[in-house]
């Protein structure tokens, strides 16, 4: 029997849905490296939670927005690696994003290549320095959006890196399947991530109104959808999306009737 332990990369650790992630993922028996931009504290909060309970921890701070950025996270897993031969690499969840916006009379070049560096580029070659190192079974999530589903003009540099980030999963799922590896994205919709807009009432209404079952998610279901990704039970499911919007990407956002012939009854 293999004595190895999994190793997790997460990035965008310290986000609301990173964060459930990482305690979903200890949960599992994985161990975790985090990625973060900036928030040092939340970070430490989830390090002293994780190796409390007996768990591997380890985080790096960079901006992904720069190829610095992403060369930083792919040498901390290669030395934790190297320190830590019970280890291997088994998941690589590409989480950290830039979110929302800008609209599209306002967007300026320098925002849109922000906005793809780290949603777009970052998760692409993360990917590609790290599915090397993983083992068969091993496997990428690609955390989407629903705005890659529907018309978002005021987000639309977000919502056109989602849908890229979405190309990318179907075209590396046949690049690494050769090599044993599964690459899925997971679709949320609004996820009270801990922002104050989820506190603000006509915010979290109109958060509300995108999806057919009403309100807005918990992290936790974002991260359960990882979860099962990553698992055996998923061993056939690659190249595709697993949506926990609550329906918010069918379309029926402030449809007046469910068909035409409601408008028409004598049709
Ligand atoms: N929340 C939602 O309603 C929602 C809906 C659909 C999809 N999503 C997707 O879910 C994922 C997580 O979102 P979230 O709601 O948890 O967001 P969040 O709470 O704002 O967290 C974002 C995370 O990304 C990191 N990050 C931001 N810019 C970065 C950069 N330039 N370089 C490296 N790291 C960076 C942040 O680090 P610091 O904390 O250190 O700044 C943080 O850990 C994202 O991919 C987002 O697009 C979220």
């Known amino acids: 029997m293999s004595m190895t332990r999994g190793l997790a990369v997460v990035t965008g650790a310290t986000g609301g849905i990173g964060s459930a992630i990482c305690l979903c993922l200890h949960d599992e028996g994985y161990g975790i490296i985090a990625q973060f931009r900036a928030n040092q504290d939340k970070a430490e909060k989830l390090a002293l939670r994780i190796r409390s309970n007996g768990g591997y921890f380890d985080a790096v701070m ?29 998941a690589l969840i590409n989480n950290a994003a830039k979110l929302l ?43 989407s959006s629903a705005s ?11 919502a056109m890196s989602k849908a890229a980030l979405e190309s990318l999963t179907r075209n590396m799922a046949e690049a690494v399947a050769g090599a044993g590896l599964r690459v899925n994205s997971v679709v ?7 922002h104050p807009a989820f506190q603000n009432v006509a915010a979290r209404e109109y958060m509300s109104s995108f999806s057919v079952l009403g309100g807005v998610a918990d992290p936790q279901v974002v991260a359960e959808a990882v979860r099962f990704l990553l698992s055996g039970s998923a061993s056939r499911t690659t190249g595709t999306v697993l ?15 469910s068909s035409v012939r409601e408008l028409l009854p004598d049709l």
């Not at 922000?114 to 790290?130: E, K």
């Not at 890659?148 to 540099?157: C, E, K, L, Q, T």
């Open 243 to 257: 949506d926990v919007t609550g329906g918010s990407a069918l379309g029926a956002r402030q449809r007046p009737a």
């Open 101 to 143: 916006g800008p609209a599209f009379g306002a967007a300026t070049v320098d925002q849109f290549d922000d906005y793809m560096a780290v949603n777009v580029r970052a998760p692409f070659f993360l990917s590609q320095g790290l599915a090397p190192l993983m083992s068969p079974g091993g496997s990428i999530v690609n955390i």
């Open 188 to 194: 949320p919709g609004f996820t009270d991530n801990g």
């Open 148 to 158: 890659a589903h529907f018309s978002s003009p005021g987000d639309i540099v977000y």
């Open 62 to 90: 960079c901006d992904l927005g720069s190829a610095e950025g992403v060369d930083a996270v792919l040498r901390v897993v290669q030395a934790t690696l190297d320190r830590n031969p019970g280890y291997e690499l088994h």
